[in-house]
């Protein structure tokens, strides 16, 4: 691609009335088909960012409140019984 080329994205529809839509909505807005299009895009994907980082903060929040109800004595008798037992579950190399 030439420095300074924009690269084109050809933008398929498949139900004929949101392109028509589109193409009314744009006339009567006095701007292209391509430039609403990319601004309506560009609208959701900030909307779609806010609700995922939303979502994702609440997630963090969550994780850092976490802190298990384990007491010493089992932690230390699970590390215990991870040493002293055989993992069924164990992969060993089969040649």
């Not at 994205?9 to 009567?28: N, S, W």
């Amino acid at each position: 691609m030439a420095k300074g080329a924009v690269p084109t994205f050809p933008l398929r529809f498949e139900d004929a009335t949101t392109r028509q839509a589109l193409h009314d909505l744009a006339e009567q807005m006095g701007v292209s088909m391509n430039k609403l299009a990319q601004d309506a895009i560009a609208a959701q994907l900030g909307l779609t960012a806010v609700f995922l980082e939303a979502r994702l903060e609440k997630t963090l929040q969550a994780l850092r409140r976490y802190r298990g109800t384990w007491s010493d004595e089992e932690i230390a008798a699970f590390a215990h019984s991870d040493v002293e037992h055989e993992d069924p579950a164990q992969g060993h190399i089969v040649e």
